[in-house]
């Protein structure tokens, strides 16, 4: 019985290329024109307002919220949007001596 050794190697065969597309330099990622930041700040304002929905039951972490809210998993977007609620003293930590603990939850700020 004899074996056979087969090509394993990642180089594309000759004429192929590199086998990745490079966007062009000209090209614009995104969202393009006015509509970008209207667009944006109405998807904020609307997570806010899910994010506070979930908070009127109690007090959570990011990943509770983020399964409230119906999302799939902690995302960019709803850490920088907690963030500006934080900033904006629309939430407050439970553990504010600890901003950072991996135990730490949010809650509605209380007037």
Same mark, same amino acid.
């Given at each position: 019985?004899?074996?056979?050794?087969?090509?394993?190697?990642?180089?594309?065969?000759?004429?192929?290329?590199?086998?990745?597309?490079?966007?062009?330099?000209? *090209?614009?990622?995104?969202?393009?024109?006015?509509?970008?930041? *209207?667009?944006?700040? @109405?998807?904020?304002?609307?997570?806010?307002? #899910? @994010?506070?929905?979930?908070?009127?039951?109690?007090?959570?972490?990011?990943?509770?919220?983020?399964?409230?809210?119906?999302?799939?998993?902690?995302?960019?977007?709803?850490?920088?949007?907690?963030?500006?609620?934080?900033?904006?003293?629309?939430?407050?930590?439970?553990?504010?001596?600890?901003?950072?603990?991996?135990?730490? #939850?949010?809650?509605?700020?209380?007037?």
């Amino acid at each position: 019985m004899q074996f056979v050794k087969k090509d394993t190697s990642l180089q594309p065969e000759p004429g192929q290329g590199q086998g990745r597309v490079r966007a062009e330099s000209g *090209q614009s990622r995104g969202r393009v024109g006015a509509e970008s930041g *209207q667009s944006e700040k @109405i998807e904020t304002e609307s997570l806010k307002n #899910k @994010i506070v929905i979930a908070l009127s039951e109690g007090a959570l972490s990011k990943a509770e919220i983020a399964d409230k809210i119906k999302l799939k998993s902690v995302t960019g977007y709803l850490n920088r949007t907690i963030r500006s609620m934080l900033t904006e003293g629309l939430i407050e930590y439970t553990i504010p001596e600890k901003p950072n603990s991996r135990l730490q #939850k949010y809650k509605l700020k209380k007037d």
